[in-house]
């Protein structure tokens, strides 16, 4: 399970998710991710407070009774009574528990004493629970946060997305004020985002921001950069414009070289590009030569290009040149094989007048050769150019 940490210095609002589903686990956690960084919720504010102030006073009574016991009535006057809860930033933190099968059977009938009873051994703030069932190609899902079912609809299994969603917006109130909402978030994955001076990973292509106006700076090693102060409201969607760097001039080399090129669509003359910018498209076209396309986001201020030729388009070509290379192998092999046979059975016997048929097979094989080495040679250059 990935654990969202909290920076020192900081109070943990200890967080925990049990789910016996991968998939709403997965779900579950990415929500938390959107989520993460300050508690703001009044209502978690309020209760991790109190749980504060509870802790502390058992931890006061502990001390005093073994003051007494001890019979230390020094230390016992000397005793702080002006302690107040910390004003420390609430972090959400998730952390992993272990529960036992009983527990954890009890946990998904959404069973208050189970709650309470792991939340406070595991010293819990927000347990949830999800119970899920899948049918078919319907899944039905139950979530339980503190005790409390708060969520249960029937999906289709490929609506991860809006399950997402659903469940972002449901455990929403439990960790950020009513003043926060979800921002879709639409730009290339290749563009790094900050808000307000501290860096946003939009998880399922959304982030969660109070209501209010920010600071936006948009970075990337493909576009400009680009600042943006805006008014964050529930209307509000991410999608700014971004201008393709300059990458400066560019030569393309081509083979054949006098094919007709094209960059960006426009066409390019002395095979030089005078303004690259990235990303960018280039496209060439010759007679004779299959049409060239490619995109990249490289910069570069060199491109090669290479066209194949018509014919490799037959999707027979490889196999053809390698049969006849094959055939030509066997028959080689089989004609110098029955030379060497027959040089051999005529030195045994010297009085069988076999030079003519040695004559003809010295010949054939020869010409098998040159077969060989041309239909090899044939074989090597179209699986090069990959034909």
Do not use: C
């Amino acid at each position: 399970m990935l654990l969202l940490t909290i920076p020192a210095g900081a109070a943990s609002f200890r967080t925990a998710v049990i789910s016996d589903d991968e998939r709403s686990t997965r779900i579950i956690l990415d929500a938390l991710s959107v989520l993460s960084g300050p508690v703001t919720s009044p209502g978690s504010v309020a209760a991790f407070e109190a749980k504060t102030e509870r802790t502390r006073n058992a931890e006061r009574e502990a001390a005093i009774n073994d003051y007494i016991v001890q019979e230390n009535f020094t230390a016992l006057e000397n005793m702080s009574t002006d302690e107040s809860v910390s004003d420390d930033e609430l972090i959400l933190e998730v952390v992993s528990v272990a529960v036992s099968d009983t527990e954890n059977e009890y946990l998904m009938k959404g069973d208050e004493e189970a709650f309470s009873y792991v939340m406070l051994s595991n010293n819990l703030d927000l347990l949830i629970v999800s119970d899920t069932k899948e049918d078919g190609m319907l899944r039905d899902t139950s979530l339980y946060v503190n005790g409390r079912e708060v969520y249960s609809s029937l999906y289709l299994q490929s609506d991860d997305d809006e399950e997402f969603r659903s469940i972002l917006s449901v455990l929403l109130p439990y960790i950020k004020s009513p003043e926060t909402i979800i921002v879709p978030v639409q730009i290339p994955p290749v563009v790094s985002l900050s808000v307000d001076g501290k860096a946003v990973t939009p998880i399922r292509s959304v982030i969660a921001l109070e209501k209010g106006e920010h600071d936006f700076v948009f970075t990337s090693p493909r576009f400009e950069r680009l600042e943006e102060t805006l008014y964050v409201d529930e209307s509000t969607v991410l999608s700014p414009e971004f201008t393709p760097l300059f990458s400066g001039p560019a030569f393309i080399s081509s083979l054949p070289y006098d094919a007709s090129i094209y960059y960006q669509g426009m066409p390019v003359e002395n095979h030089v590009v005078p303004e690259g910018t990235v990303p960018f498209s280039i496209s060439a076209r010759r007679a004779g030569f299959a049409p060239y396309s490619m995109q990249s986001t490289e910069i570069t201020d060199t491109i090669s290009i290479s066209l194949r030729p018509e014919w490799m388009g037959e999707n027979d070509t490889l196999s053809r040149a390698k049969g006849r290379f094959y055939n030509n192998l066997v028959a080689t092999l089989v004609s110098f094989g029955a030379l060497v046979a027959t040089n051999s059975i005529s030195g045994i016997y010297t009085d069988l007048e076999l030079a003519p048929v040695a004559v003809a097979f010295t010949g054939i094989s020869f010409v098998q050769l040159v077969e060989l080495l041309d239909s090899m040679f044939d074989y090597f250059q179209i699986a090069r150019m990959g034909g």
